[in-house]
Structure formats: C-alpha cells, structure tokens
C-alpha cells in the first residue's frame, strides 16, 4: 500500500504523533487510543480475531489503579518478568518499593517521583474473549480533566476503591463521570484486600459505600460485579487467592472475559471530531480526528460543523497507509478537497453532506453538579467540553431539578443549583458549538463542565435546538 501523505515529508509521521499525542493545558485534554487492534485497517492488513474493548480503570488517587493494570499486563504476558523486576530495581532506590507494577503505565518522570498518574496512559493485552486497550485514568483531584477523556473513550470501566480508605472524593466524582459519560459495565475491584488482613467484614462495609454510590447516580447494582483483590500482591486478579475463602465469585480477568461485546456504531451517520487540520504542499488540506460513529468513505462528500463548509474525501491514511474506510475508533488523517485549511478548525465535527452534524442555538441538557464553591444561577457561563469543542455556554434557564437518585422531578424553574444536584437546564453556546442528542448520538451527546480550574458538573444532552 502506498504513504498518500509523504511527498512533503512524512504526512503519516505528522498525523500519528498529533493523534497519539496528549494535550495538557487547562482546557485541553484529547487523548486518542492509537494502535488498538480496532484501528487496524480492513482489506490487505491483519484483522484482530477477538473484538477489542476500550477500558477505564478508575478510582481515587492511590487507591491501587496503576499497579492493577500492571499486574494484569504482567499475569496476561504483556509485559516480561525481566521488565518487572527493573522496574521494582527503580522504584526501590527511589524509595516507593510496591510500586514497580504501577510503573509500567506511570511513564512520565514526574508521575514517577510523586506516584500519581498524571496523563492518561494506554496498554494492550488480551483474554481469551478480547483484545484490551486499557485507559489508566489519573485520580488526583488536579487530574480530573484528563480523566474526563479517558472515561469517554471507555467502552466498559473497572472502578478501583481502596479496603483501606473505602469511598473518598475523587471514587464519588469518577462514578459521577462514568455514569454521565455512558461507560456500560462497571467492575468494582476492592483493592488493598492485604492491607486490612482480608477481612471479609471490611470488604463487606466497603461494598455497600460504593452500592450507595451507585444507587445515587442510577448506576444499576445489578450489573456491577464486586471483586476482593490485592493488586499488588495478585490475589484474585488472575487466579483465585486463598486468602480469601468467604468469596466464591470471579476473578477480575474472568469478570473481564465476561464483559458483553460492544457493538461498533457503523449503522449512525458519520461523525468525525476533528482533532486538529494541516496543509500538505501538493496535497491540499489534512484533518485529523477520530471515528466516533458510522463509516468515511474515500470519495464521500462531507460537511464540517460549526465551520459549515463542505468537500470530497480524496484520500484516508491510518497508520502510515492508504485505506478505503475509516471506522468508528479509527484515528485517521484525511486529505479533503475543496476546504481551505483555515476554513475549518479543532471542535468542528464531519459528517455526510446530506445528514451535516448538528449546530446548537440552544439545548437542553441533564446535569449532575459535583462540585461547585457557591450556587449556580441562571446566567451562568463556564466552559463545555464536548468531543474535541471547549466552547463557553451560558445556562440560560434551571428548568427542572431532578432526584439524582431516582430521576423524579422535585422541583419546577428553581432558583440555583447546588453540589450534589441533578437537573435539566437550557444552555446557550457562546460560540458556535456542534452537538448532538445523547439519546440519538451518545458518542456526541455528553460533555464535562469546568470552571475555575476544576470539573463543576457533567450532563448528556436531551435534545437540540438547531441554528
């Protein structure tokens, strides 16, 4: 197959470290999984032969995240006993002996030094049912932006809660997010089983915190797995630990086995968040994003959203190579004729010519408020994060306020909303701003809140009301 892109310097190179990279300043968190068995092309490359889920482990800063995706890396084969053992050398000259499975996914020097994961960090292995992609998503309060882009990536989440520490800001605040953010399945692993002596009263204790949890977001208990685990130590992660002999459930690799199968969104229309644009001398201009749902087609007429303009798919490149398609999960570069560069911008979305994205004048939203120093008001006008769009919004009207805990209204056009509230609001892009409805396009459909250098609230939208 041919480099489309390569005729000006290695247009691949270029497109790849700008999907692959991640963005870190205040309002600027996109992070893509690039090389996931997904993202490998359809025709002449190889084909995965298990499905591939994405996968959030969440949880409160040293709750154990790290050093169960380690574990789990090194048990499945992904990562060699030799590297283990050099990164248990590491971390017990720099005085954080424990820490050496947390290190394969704690790649930068400062998260290193502190032991927290700052970045969102990306690692693969497979079960018997499927290849992983793990999001090892940071707990630090300072953090929770970054943790925002990993949990949407999610297909399904793993929620780590200390035995020790039990429920604590940063668990309530990622199961807020996960919920609104539409992650599926959730497994609960109640780490550190070692540190409490495995006490089977304490585990108990800790699971009806996080059923409370759950039960508040109408997170369905039902449909969360609880797990007894010592991640650094391995028990119940792969095999069955005698340490615990009053639990007779699965272990976390069996829960993972046991995950239903996600159902790429190929039946939606195409929507593309644009990550990022770029001119190719004699090639023209270049998009970056990734699938969120339904297909590109080399040839196909797409429109950009808010920037509305339109052109033809010339050419695909993923991973260096021409391909026909791109798929929901795909990262790709595109070359677009005629579109100007400047003509469209990151936060626009692609989509086909005859069903364009959706641009809001106004749209009503349901919003669970976690933090937030005082009330909120109408007139209010902090940042939405939406797909790759950071766009300031006013909330024009507090229509409703809403039992978080079981969806009733209790209250008609309140006054203010608090922490800890629910409710459906009607918000006004200052800017303009592509979005869809959660119930016709989740991928689209959900957004983050940020003020103030922190996460206000998180809401999906209900419906739109278009420009």
Known sequence: MTNTFSKNGSIGE?????????????????????????DRVRGNRKMPDKPHQN???????????????????????????????????????????????????????????????????HQEFDTDEYYFTIVDTPGHRDFVKNMITGASQADNAVLVVGADDGVQPQTQEHVFLARTLGIGELIVAVNKMDAVDYDEDRYREVVAEVKDLLNQVRFNTDDAEFIPISALEGDNV?????????????VVLEALNNLPEPEPPTDAPLRLPIQDVYTISGIGTVPVGRVETGILNVGESVSFQPSDVSGEVKTIEMHHEEVPEAQPGDNVGFNVRGVGKNDIRRGDVAGPADDPPKVADTFKAQIVVMQHPSVITSGYTPVFHAHTA?????IEALDQKINPASGEVEEEHPDFIQSGDAAVVTVRPQKPLSIEPSSEIPELGSFAVRDMGQTIAAGRVLEVNEK
Request: net charge negative.
């Open 390 to 394: 950071q766009v300031a919004c006013t």
């Open 14 to 38: 270029r497109v790849i470290s700008t999907v692959s990279r991640r963005e870190t300043d205040d309002f600027d968190t996109t992070v893509f999984v690039a090389e996931s068995e997904r």
């Open 238 to 250: 792969v095999e069955e630990s005698d340490n615990t002999p009053w639990y007779d459930g699965r």
């Open 55 to 121: 996968l959030a482990i969440i949880g409160h800063v040293d709750h154990g995240k790290s050093t169960l995706v380690g574990r789990l890396l090194f048990e499945t084969g992904s990562v060699p006993e030799h590297v283990i053992e050099q990164h248990k050398k590491e971390a017990e000259e720099k005085g954080k002996g424990g820490f050496e499975f947390a290190y394969v996914m704690d790649n930068l020097a400062e998260e290193r030094e502190r032991g927290v994961t700052i970045d969102i960090a």
